[in-house]
C-alpha cells in the first residue's frame, strides 16, 4: 500500500519536552521554595511520568494528574492551590518550550514527497496546540489528542481514530514518535507503518526502523 501520510508525535519529536522542562523547573522550583538540582529534576520526570501514565490509562483526568504530581511533592493543598501553583510552572514551561532544529528540514522533506502530515499527541488540546501555534507550526495538519478521540497512546483506538478522521486507511500512514512503547508499538499494532525516533540512543537497539534524528526520516518513507 502506498505511503500518503506520516502521522507525528509532538513532545520528543517535534518539541523538545525534556529541556524546555529543565529550563522551567530551573525558574520555577525555587519560586515554591524548592532546589532545582538534579535529583529534584529527576524525581520530576519519573512522578510525571507515573500520574500521566495513569491519565493514559483514563483513571484520573488530566488537572487531576498535576495536582498528584505536586502532592508527590510534598505539597499538601486542596485544588485550587494546586491549580495555582501548577500554573506558575506551565507559565516557564510554555515560554522555554521550543522546536528541535532538525525540526523545519523534516517538515518540508515530507510534504515534498507529496506526504500529507499530522500529529497525534498525548496531552490537553488547548496545551498541546498553544505548542504547535508557538512553534510556528499552527498550520501543519490536523492535530488529534485524548480530548479529540477519547483515548491516549497507548490504545490502538487512538490511532485508528486519527486515521479514520483523517480519511486515510492504517496501512498507508506511517507513525513517527520517540517513544517505542507509545509510537511504535501501539501503531504497529493498529495496523500503521511506524519509525522510532531515538534521539538518545537508548533503543531498543533490535528495532529495524530506528533513526537518531529527523534528518535520517527520508530512508523510510
Keep these: 500500500m502506498t505511503l500518503t ?41 519519573q512522578v510525571a511520568e507515573t500520574h500521566l501514565a495513569a491519565w493514559r490509562r483514563r483513571e484520573i483526568d488530566y488537572s487531576e494528574q498535576r495536582r498528584r504530581r505536586l502532592r508527590d511533592f510534598g505539597l499538601a493543598y486542596g485544588k485550587e492551590a494546586l491549580d495555582r501553583i501548577f500554573a506558575g510552572y506551565l507559565v516557564e514551561y510554555e515560554k522555554a518550550y521550543h522546536a528541535y532544529d532538525d525540526v523545519p528540514e523534516a517538515l518540508e522533506m515530507v510534504a515534498g514527497k507529496g506526504l500529507r502530515i499530522a500529529v497525534l499527541t498525548n496531552g490537553s488540546a488547548t496545551q498541546q496546540r498553544g505548542k504547535l501555534a508557538r512553534m510556528g507550526l499552527a498550520d501543519l495538519g490536523p492535530v488529534w489528542t485524548p480530548d479529540d478521540l477519547g483515548m491516549a497512546k497507548p490504545d490502538p483506538g487512538a490511532f485508528r481514530g486519527a486515521v479514520a478522521r483523517w480519511g486515510l486507511r492504517t496501512g498507508e500512514v506511517l507513525s513517527l514518535g520517540d517513544r517505542h512503547d507509545l509510537d511504535v508499538l501501539a501503531a504497529r499494532e493498529a495496523g500503521l507503518r511506524a519509525v522510532h525516533l531515538d534521539r538518545l540512543g537508548i533503543g531498543p537497539v533490535g528495532e529495524p526502523h530506528r533513526i537518531g534524528s529527523l534528518r535520517e526520516l527520508a530512508d523510510h518513507l
Design 5 to 45: 501520510g506520516v502521522l507525528f508525535d509532538l513532545d520528543g519529536t517535534l518539541g523538545d519536552h525534556d529541556s524546555s522542562v529543565t529550563t522551567a523547573l530551573t525558574a520555577w522550583l525555587p519560586t515554591i521554595g524548592m532546589v532545582a538540582d538534579q535529583e529534584t529534576i529527576a524525581r520530576w520526570h
